[in-house]
């Protein structure tokens, strides 16, 4: 066994192209782009990209990069989208994976067939001329963020709607009149980049959400918590709320709503600047969205208001379109993957980050692609039947969420890491970690 297709070259999937080529095998990459990157390909022309004019990441570097290639030393503490991209390229020719990538290719239908094998149909999308090729295994990184999910209220907006993936920039939003929905880290974001230019900003919360600030008495907030982690973990996050407060005060006290569950039941928005913009005015917070009727929008605290755009920042879905959905459909419910990459009944194919870590993806997917790389070539085996340990994991989250279709894939980000280099020091023969 030995030829291997991966699907994607951003952050997960050049670290998954390294990784197995590295333990020797064959390896062909598709990617839709022209170059690897992905999400950080800022306004590529595939329509992939999710990153805007402005983006920073929200973990900072002293938790975001390769154990194999780490960020250079004068790294900001929070890299922009061009530095990170900068780096995805540093990477991929570093290793010299480049020429193992078919850029400007689509993957268009996965089928396994006898033996475990794998059946690739794919496109070349310059010349449309389409192919099929047989491999030995499948390793899917096409990633999570591209295939937005709109919000579902009654009556209809006849103003300008937007999904924050085709947010890229505030500069058409000049003097109007803008909604944005959600309290995730691309809402949060939208509302204060386009505060700068717009006639007026509102954001709408069905929920109260806990801000991180982006420091924290000094040390960027993931330094500062990972500082924190001996304190016990049933007080972990109570502690952290505590902290919180303490140093921005209550979210009820600046007019947004109050969060109820748990801090880590939502994915947390790392946001230093939207208590900014709306203790100076610039963003007006708003309950959720009662019904849409032409330009104007009721919430259900009776209040309305006239919009000329709504920006809603609602997610995405996850979706494989190059599987049939009766053979792998993650779309709903939560995803049956062991350490997030390994179903218990299909063989030869592993899902690269797949997850939402409460943290950095892409320093979780190396070790995912170590880790499966090696399950590949018979040097790790599970203590156990996949099918068991998989219940076990799925009956075991890191963090209890909320039932919603954001919330099927987080992970804490250090236990992860942990657990995957456990697994990796079990591999024969054996793996420094």
């Not at 598709?30 to 329509?47: K, L, Y």
């Not at 899917?140 to 924050?164: A, L």
């Not at 009727?293 to 919430?299: I, P, Q, S, T």
């Not at 692609?369 to 203590?383: D, N, V």
Request: charged share 25%; with cysteine; glycine share 6%.
């Amino acid at each position: 066994m030995n030829k291997v297709a991966i699907i994607g070259a951003g952050p997960c999937g050049i670290t998954a192209i390294k990784n197995f080529s590295d333990l020797g095998f064959e390896v062909t990459a598709f990617e839709r782009c022209q170059g690897v990157g992905g999400n950080w390909r800022f306004n590529d022309p595939s329509g992939h990209s999710s990153v805007f004019e402005t983006t920073h990441i929200i973990s900072s570097k002293y938790t975001s990069y390769y154990e194999d290639y780490p960020l250079p030393e004068n790294a900001a503490d929070y890299p922009s989208h061009k530095d990170l991209l900068e780096y995805f390229n540093n990477y991929t020719d570093h290793f010299d994976i480049r020429k193992l990538i078919k850029f400007g290719t689509e993957v268009q239908h996965c089928k396994q067939i006898e033996s475990d094998k794998w059946e690739i149909t794919w496109k070349e999308l310059e010349s449309d001329q389409v192919r099929t090729d047989i491999y030995d295994a499948l390793v899917v990184c096409n990633g999570h963020h591209h295939e937005p999910r709109y919000p579902d209220y009654p009556g209809r907006f006849t103003g300008e709607f937007i999904h924050s993936h085709d947010f890229k920039s505030a500069k058409p939003f000049k003097d109007k009149r803008v909604l944005v929905i959600g309290g995730g880290n691309s809402a949060c974001d939208v509302a204060v980049e386009t505060a700068r230019v717009a006639k007026s900003i509102s954001i709408s919360w069905r929920r109260g959400y806990y801000l991180i600030p982006k420091f924290m008495y000094g040390l960027p907030t993931d330094l500062y918590a990972m500082k924190n982690r001996w304190v016990p973990r049933i007080f972990r996050a109570p502690f952290i709320r505590f902290m919180l407060e303490r140093f921005q005060g209550k979210n009820e006290d600046i007019g947004l709503q109050k969060p109820t569950q748990p801090i880590f039941a939502t994915h947390p928005t790392v946001n230093s600047e939207l208590y900014y913009a709306v203790r100076h005015g610039k963003v007006s917070p708003q309950k959720d969205i009662k019904e849409f009727n032409n330009n104007k929008v009721a919430f259900i605290d009776g209040y309305e208001e006239e919009f000329d755009v709504v920006i809603a920042c609602t997610g995405f879905r996850i979706k494989h379109s190059f599987f049939d959905k009766d053979f792998i459909n993650y779309e709903e419910g939560m995803v049956p993957l062991l350490h997030r990459m390994i179903p218990a009944d299909i063989n030869n194919i592993y899902f690269i980050g797949l997850f939402q870590p409460l943290g950095c993806i892409w320093p979780g997917a190396e070790l995912q692609s170590k880790l499966a790389a090696r399950h590949l070539l018979g040097q790790w085996k599970p203590k156990k039947s996949i099918r068991d340990l998989l219940d076990k994991e799925m009956a075991n989250p890191d963090v209890p969420q909320l039932d919603t279709p954001r919330h099927t894939i987080t992970v804490d980000d250090p236990a992860f890491r942990e657990r995957l280099k456990k697994e990796l020091r079990r591999c024969e023969p054996a793996l420094e970690i």
